[in-house]
């Protein structure tokens, strides 16, 4: 599985993204779904999980309430809407992908950067 993330950019803080992760292969249903985020000199950090199915989603801590995580399986993609934007949530994003019953992850995409400005 090769996994292409966009979407990034530069928001004001209060404002919104989209991040997308596009997926190639065909057993993208496979697989459920994360995004990660890492900002400079900060270890990564775990942002949303999605199933395979769309039916369970995880968000982390810092992120609740903001950031939805969604994947139409017809397009072979993750989406991650990021809303009301704060200059902590500036970093790289990265999308992966962990093979149902798998307990790590093994494809990760190249990561978009998101600039929060204040």
């Known amino acids: 599985v090769q996994l292409q993330a966009s979407g990034g950019g530069l928001v004001q803080a209060g404002g919104y993204l989209r991040l997308s992760c596009a997926a190639s292969?065909?057993?993208?249903?496979?697989?459920?779904m994360g995004w990660f985020r890492q900002a400079p000199g900060r270890e990564r950090e775990f942002v949303a999980f999605?199933?395979?199915?769309?039916?369970?989603?995880y968000y982390g801590d810092s992120v609740k309430g903001r950031f939805t995580i969604s994947r139409d399986n017809a397009k072979n993609t993750v989406y991650l809407q990021m809303n009301s934007l704060k200059p902590e949530d500036t970093a790289v994003y990265y999308c992966?992908?962990?093979?149902?019953?798998?307990?790590?992850?093994?494809?990760w995409g190249q990561g978009t950067q998101v600039t929060v400005s204040s």
């Open positions: 999605i199933s395979w199915s769309g039916g369970s989603t």
């Open positions: 292969g065909r057993t993208f249903r496979s697989y459920n």
């Open positions: 992966a992908a962990q093979l149902v019953g798998a307990e790590v992850y093994e494809y």
